[in-house]
């Protein structure tokens, strides 16, 4: 286990979509001892059972369907039955579709090219995606409503929706290949301000009037000449006056005392429950170094800045 980045490891089996085979996931309740497998066959216009799972044995909660035709449909529901033979009443029917390439698209996104600010509501989204990909659709819906898939490039032009005030936008991707396969959703958040980078350099106003008390420094200048452009100052949030600043924060110790972890950090502690961009970590509320918590179960990321 490494506190510094993952809260925690654990081991669970993994089911990579594979050609010729479906995958059926169902919950385990000690209550029940066997799950019948029902299967519509379309020879006879019937439900058929298809298989058992022995619970006792096999108490994954996961069923592979082997030796099946590509591009079919395969229509199932479950069973259970208790340890006295009573069974539930079928569950709906649901269905799914054997491909000989079930792999769907991987990959990350970011907004401008990872910055946090941006004055105006045209952005640009680049991808590092797997080279499968041949379209992917875009919102600021979570949910894709009304949105529609397009021809897949590295670098797409989006219209974030303005409002009358500064906003946190969220960008949600979904790609899909050749065969259809949809990847998990991605998303990459920006600042939106409309009313705060005048002189539309990608700098915040505020934030150059707070340090330079005017808007005379452009984003490729470096004037304390610490080697750290302003573009990048306001990016890390760091002092573009100061070249002893940034202080080197981050976290300096990580150990496990008993069934606790301590970790020793310099700057703000932030976690999340997932990996995100570093400006999408919540500061840990109360948090001082050195920094103690016992492990609940969950995942969560930690990072120091």
Do not use: C
């Not at 001082?288 to 016992?294: E, K």
Request: glycine letters at 8%; aromatic letters at 12%.
């Amino acid at each position: 286990m490494d506190y510094g980045i993952v809260t925690h490891v654990f081991h669970v089996p993994i089911h990579q979509p594979e050609p010729n085979a479906l995958f059926l996931h169902f919950p385990v309740n000690t209550a029940y001892r066997l799950i019948e497998i029902w299967q519509f066959d379309w020879g006879t216009f019937t439900w058929m059972l298809h298989d058992r799972v022995d619970l006792l044995a096999d108490p994954s909660g996961i069923y592979d369907d082997r030796g099946l035709a590509n591009n079919t449909t395969y229509f199932y529901a479950l069973v259970a039955e208790d340890h006295r033979g009573a069974r539930t009443a079928a569950t709906a029917w649901f269905f799914g579709v054997s491909k000989a390439d079930s792999v769907p698209p991987d990959g990350a996104m970011m907004i401008n090219h990872g910055d946090s600010f941006t004055a105006s509501p045209l952005v640009m989204v680049q991808f590092g995606v797997s080279d499968d990909t041949t379209e992917v659709m875009l919102s600021e819906d979570p949910a894709f409503a009304g949105a529609a898939y397009q021809p897949f490039r590295p670098e797409l032009p989006f219209t974030l929706s303005s409002g009358p005030g500064p906003v946190v936008a969220t960008i949600y991707a979904r790609r899909r290949d050749a065969s259809l396969n949809e990847s998990p959703v991605i998303h990459d958040s920006i600042r939106l301000d409309l009313a705060d980078d005048s002189d539309n350099d990608g700098l915040s106003d505020a934030w150059e009037r707070r340090f330079f008390r005017d808007l005379r420094y452009g984003p490729d200048d470096d004037p304390d000449r610490d080697g750290i452009s302003n573009r990048d100052e306001f990016r890390n949030g760091t002092d573009p006056t100061d070249p002893r600043n940034p202080r080197r924060a981050g976290v300096m110790s990580i150990r496990q005392e008993g069934t606790q972890i301590v970790i020793e950090y310099e700057g703000t502690l932030r976690s999340s429950e997932r990996v995100e961009r570093p400006h999408l970590y919540l500061p840990v509320t109360g948090a001082t170094s050195p920094y103690r918590f016992t492990p609940t179960g969950g995942s969560r990321f930690y990072l120091a800045d």
